[in-house]
């Protein structure tokens, strides 16, 4: 089956730098996704990574190394609207391209 | 706008009761989804249609089924609720190329008494 880890809570001030980690277990595993979700609202995609290496989109970046199953979620000058909980989801090949996602890690940054 | 679509945003049950969530998406995706949330539990897939014609078993398919009516639209249905299946419920549609991105419905919230 598939698994991840990730933490269930990260707590940062605003401005700081913070880092996000998830470890998973799969079998065919095509790539790692990051999904932003606020408190009653839906999870919204970040980013995507399919090969080793960091991926930046503004403010917020991802990493992979598929050697170690690991990557993280790396957000700088953090905001009070980052606030927010954090998915990673693998995606692998069970017969179809199916999404699994971890249990989310809650940031909570303060002023 | 562009997006998914789900109905209803709330409802609450009486145990024994049937519904059926309905989801629709106007992105021509291929493949949808339905996940469920519970605290702590991140999203769990419930079941998925990976094109029009098929569905498959998730990982907590038990108690639920599904109708994929069309392209744009795919069904959750519970034929006899249960307290346990009190839970967030999200459609999902995603694009195969690229990222393969899920986009998600704004969810539908479900008490069953």
């Known amino acids: 089956g598939q698994s991840l880890e990730q933490p269930s809570e990260v707590t940062a001030v605003e401005g700081a730098i913070v880092q996000i980690n998830c470890t998973y277990q799969t079998s065919g595993f095509y790539g790692l996704s990051w999904y932003q979700q606020h408190d009653g609202g839906a999870p919204t995609f970040l980013s995507y990574?399919?090969?080793?290496g960091l991926e930046e989109t503004g403010r917020f970046s991802s990493f992979l190394s598929r050697s170690d199953s690991y990557g993280y979620l790396l957000l700088q000058e953090l905001q009070m609207k980052d606030s927010a909980s954090y998915f990673c989801a693998v995606k692998w090949e069970g017969g179809s391209y199916i999404p699994t996602f971890g249990r989310g890690t809650s940031l909570i940054v303060h002023p | 706008n562009a997006g998914v679509t789900q109905t209803p945003k709330f409802q609450v049950l009486k145990t024994g009761q049937s519904m059926t969530l309905q989801c629709a998406q106007d992105?021509?995706?291929?493949?949808m989804y339905w996940y469920r949330q519970d605290p702590g539990m991140g999203l769990r897939l419930i079941y998925y249609?990976?094109?029009?014609?098929?569905?498959d078993k998730g990982e907590v398919p038990n108690g639920y089924n599904v109708s994929r009516l069309n392209k744009r639209e795919f069904s959750l249905r519970l034929e006899s609720a249960a307290p346990s299946q009190t839970s967030v419920y999200f459609c999902a549609s995603m694009d195969r190329s690229g990222a393969n991105v899920l986009t998600f419905g704004a969810g539908s919230r479900l008490t069953v008494l």
């Open positions: 992105m021509n995706h291929n493949s």
């Open positions: 249609s990976a094109s029009e014609g098929t569905t």
């Open positions: 990574n399919a090969l080793d």
